[in-house]
């Protein structure tokens, strides 16, 4: 059995792939999954553990079937949970769309949903406890998560480091003791 102790970190990068790692870093999404391994570098005891650092590299030129999705398989396989970075510009690539279906629909994975375009949970959800048009509009971009989350524990939360540090430290977020299938955020303190 795998030991499934990392984080998979799903994010949106533009179609077609360059061989050059230039374009990925210029992608919005992209910088954000790197911030949270800049906090990692920084802090080592920011509870972030790359699945991408689980296996070796590949080029994004490298064949589909034969190479790179047998190996987002095989990164999902050793993790714990899903970060989804999910903003403005996020589209429903094929990459993130296998990410999240076998994470979901196959591994059961609970999400952690990132909304960098949002600051605070009140930006998420209204007082009411009810999630703004604005996120629908976002799960709507991307069909398989919207389709799917429903099977999976789903924690919502802004692009705060204090709020995906609590998130990432949550038993309930995690393939292994995870809670009932559901949408959940931080209450307020």
């Not at 959800?125 to 048009?133: L, Q």
Request: positive net charge.
């Amino acid at each position: 059995m795998t030991y499934r102790n990392a984080n998979y970190t799903a994010f949106y990068v533009d179609e077609p792939y360059s061989d050059s790692n230039l374009r990925a870093n210029a992608t919005k999404d992209f910088c954000y999954y790197n911030m949270l391994r800049a906090w990692k570098e920084k802090d080592p005891s920011f509870p972030f553990i790359d699945a991408h650092d689980k296996t070796y590299n590949v080029r994004d030129g490298s064949d589909w079937e034969k190479t790179l999705k047998p190996r987002l398989h095989e990164r999902l396989g050793h993790s714990k949970n899903i970060i989804l970075i999910l903003s403005s510009i996020t589209a429903s690539s094929r990459p993130l769309r296998e990410e999240i279906d076998y994470g979901i629909n196959t591994l059961r994975l609970p999400v952690i949903v990132v909304y960098p375009d949002c600051e605070t949970v009140d930006d998420i959800v209204d007082s009411s406890g009810n999630f703004k048009s604005y996120i629908k509009k976002l799960w709507d971009k991307l069909p398989v998560f919207r389709d799917s989350k429903d099977k999976v524990a789903v924690m919502h939360i802004p692009f705060d480091k204090r709020c995906i540090k609590n998130a990432l430290k949550d038993k309930d977020f995690q393939v292994q003791t995870k809670i009932s299938s559901g949408d959940y955020f931080f209450q307020h303190s």
